[in-house]
T-cell receptor, first 115, second 116 residues
Framework: DVKVTQSSRYLVKRTGEKVFLECVQD?????MFWYRQDPGLGLRLIYF???????EKGDIPEGYSVSREKKERFSLILESASTNQTSMYLCASSPGTGVSNQPQHFGDGTRLSIL | AQKITQTQPGMFVQEKEAVTLDCTYD???????LFWYKQPSSGEMIFLIYQGSYDEQNATEGRYSLNFQKARKSANLVISASQLGDSAMYFC?????????????FGSGTRLLVRP
């Protein structure tokens, strides 16, 4: 079974802090994704990566950055946390090209509160 | 731009009955894939079913089936014989198969509550 592990289920931080959310997958997937989920808005893509050290902006990248130094690990960074970044954050991974019907596999999510 | 619309914020269904969750999509692409995910209150996203735009048959996976109407751009999820454990959020998502990033566009979700 594919396993995507997010480092924290719940996290509370203060405004202005630098926050790191970690995600690790064990299936050698090329693609990794970070989403945030807010009520009534579904999941929105923040950043994604299709290879080590490669990253692309998603739909809402402002206030975030990412790091992918190893294939299995994809980190989301809130450079200076603000209260409007309080949300549920979901990491996902999927195989690379040639497997178009493969779903993305998700971690359990991190509920982040910024006070 | 691609877009997914789920018009039912919440739905109720009686246990053991069937329920249809609506999903319409907008795309100018010819090759795309449609996915349904389930999210229980615990938060994890569980993949349920996939339909490719060129698939001639409607996808089925156990009690889940997808009513795919390409001309109407709809991909409704049908859950037969509902169980209490089906109570969850359900998300419809679309992927452009020509986009090498394989990113998904999600709808806003439908919360399903199964009544005993």
């Amino acid at each position: 079974d594919v396993k995507v592990t997010q480092s924290s289920r719940y996290l509370v931080k203060r405004t202005g802090e630098k926050v790191f959310l970690e995600c690790v997958q064990d299936m050698d997937h090329e693609n990794m994704f970070w989403y945030r989920q807010d009520p009534g808005l579904g999941l929105r893509l923040i950043y994604f990566s299709y290879d080590v050290k490669m990253k692309e902006k998603g739909d809402i990248p402002e206030g975030y950055s990412v790091s992918r130094e190893k294939k299995e690990r994809f980190s989301l960074i809130l450079e200076s946390a603000s209260t409007n970044q309080t949300s549920m954050y979901l990491c996902a991974s999927s195989p690379g090209t040639g497997v178009s019907n493969q779903p993305q596999h998700f971690g359990d999510g991190t509920r982040l509160s910024i006070l | 731009a691609q877009k997914i619309t789920q018009t039912q914020p919440g739905m109720f269904v009686q246990e053991k009955e069937a329920v249809t969750l609506d999903c319409t999509y907008d795309t100018s692409d010819q090759s795309y894939g449609l996915f349904w995910y389930k999210q229980p209150s615990s938060g994890e996203m569980i993949f349920l079913i996939y339909q490719g735009s060129y698939d001639e048959q409607n996808a089925t996976e156990g009690r889940y089936s997808l009513n795919f109407q390409k001309a109407r751009k709809s991909a409704n999820l049908v859950i037969s014989a509902s169980q209490l454990g089906d109570s969850a959020m359900y998300f419809c998502a679309m992927r452009d198969q020509m986009d090498s990033s394989y990113k998904l566009i999600f709808g806003s979700g439908t919360r399903l509550l199964v009544r005993p």
